[in-house]
């Protein structure tokens, strides 16, 4: 049986609503990007080069020559995260690394994270997180969210650190912005551990009850609840649900039937949490 892999993304669709996961991951239906949208997600990629390439020990300068925005954003985020980028010592550190990438076996899935930087040191571990807009105005929801609580369930399962050694900050970075970026930290704990473990659980098992039952009988995945979610889905129509609100379907349709989420899942923009 096929292996599906799992990011934070599918993981926060899925707990939305699993009917929009159906969409664009089993029946490939693409919702295209507004050219404003499209900007920001090539500033946010050019934003995490430049992060990657300065960990590498490669020139940064290159990419900020004719960017003056770009170098505008950096050097306010050296500013204020100048313990992270010149920390005064690196004597501790075991591992620090642009871009890391983890995965864990959990039932039939296998979950994925990859991280913008990670900091691990003898007795603590940190994983940073760039966003490149303003901050969220709820830091619950954003606690909640499953980038968060995968990020750290992810990194306790995969190492020997325990779940109080260990934290998650994200920083907002955010173009045309005069005030410096901003951060909100998550700290964890074992028993926010075994919920995230039962919840994960409770998720994967649903998920494998809709995915047998769309392959063998072709049943849809149950849609959201809250009906005031669908007011903004490109999906609506389709969904039978505010059909006033689009005259033609918002989406694409492709043929090709996906059977596996890994060729779906570098195509999933950074989306605002
Ligand atoms: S329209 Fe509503 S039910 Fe349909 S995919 Fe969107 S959020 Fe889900």
Known sequence: MTKYRLSQQHLNLLTTCPRKFQHLYLDNLSIPTTSAEQERLNWGSQFH????????????????????????CFNNFSQAASEILEPETQNNIILRQAEHNRSLNFNLYILTVIYDLLIA???????????????PQNKKKLAQNWQTRLYLYTLVE???????TISMTYWFIQPKSQSLPYKLKFYYNQQAHIKTEQDLQQIL????????????????FPQVQVLDSCNTCQFATRCKRFSEVYDKPPYIESTNISDDLISSLDSIPEISI
């Open 49 to 72: 080069l430049l992060m990657q390439q300065r960990e590498l020990g490669l020139p940064i300068e290159p990419l900020m020559l004719e960017n003056q925005e770009m170098q505008h």
């Open 121 to 135: 040191e003898n007795q603590q571990a940190q994983i940073f997180d760039w966003k490149t807009y303003s901050h």
């Open 158 to 164: 995969t190492s020997k650190y325990l779940p109080e």
């Open 205 to 220: 098992d649903n998920l494998t009850y809709w995915l047998k039952h769309y392959q063998e009988e072709g049943e849809e």
